[in-house]
């Protein structure tokens, strides 16, 4: 099953955006749940994850202190909330999820991920 994402959109400097993830019928309950960004000629990169059976979220240091990944149970939905944003956090973002007890040191590894969604994209203008 893919996952959904939306909530990208164009936003000045400084500016918020909120992404979604949305399973369809299912919960985000097990394993791990990860963002990446790519942008034009790059790589994808690891933002953020969180593995469900712990309390804390792992971040990239970029977005230390100004981006949070959230979970809504009841929508069933994970959020990764962006504040003063950058024009280099502009990029594609996705979502992805795993079923497995990830060890932290897999966490930022693209392949650790079976699921994904098609991508969100976030434009930052300065």
């Known amino acids: 099953v893919q996952l959904q994402a939306s909530g990208g959109g164009l936003v000045q400097t400084g500016g918020s955006l909120r992404l979604s993830c949305v399973a369809p019928g299912r919960t985000f309950s097990n394993g791990a749940v990860g963002w990446f960004r790519q942008a034009p000629g790059k790589e994808r990169e690891f933002v953020a994850a969180?593995?469900?059976?712990?309390?804390?979220?792992v971040y990239e240091d970029s977005v230390k202190g100004r981006f949070t990944l959230s979970r809504d149970n009841a929508k069933n939905t994970v959020f990764l909330q962006m504040n003063n944003l950058r024009p280099e956090d502009a990029a594609t973002y996705y979502c992805?999820?795993?079923?497995?007890?990830?060890?932290?040191?897999?966490?930022?590894?693209?392949?650790?991920?079976?699921?994904w969604g098609q991508g969100t994209l976030v434009t930052v203008s300065s």
């Open positions: 969180r593995r469900w059976m712990f309390s804390s979220t």
């Open positions: 992805a999820d795993t079923r497995t007890n990830l060890i932290s040191s897999r966490l930022r590894d693209t392949s650790s991920y079976d699921n």
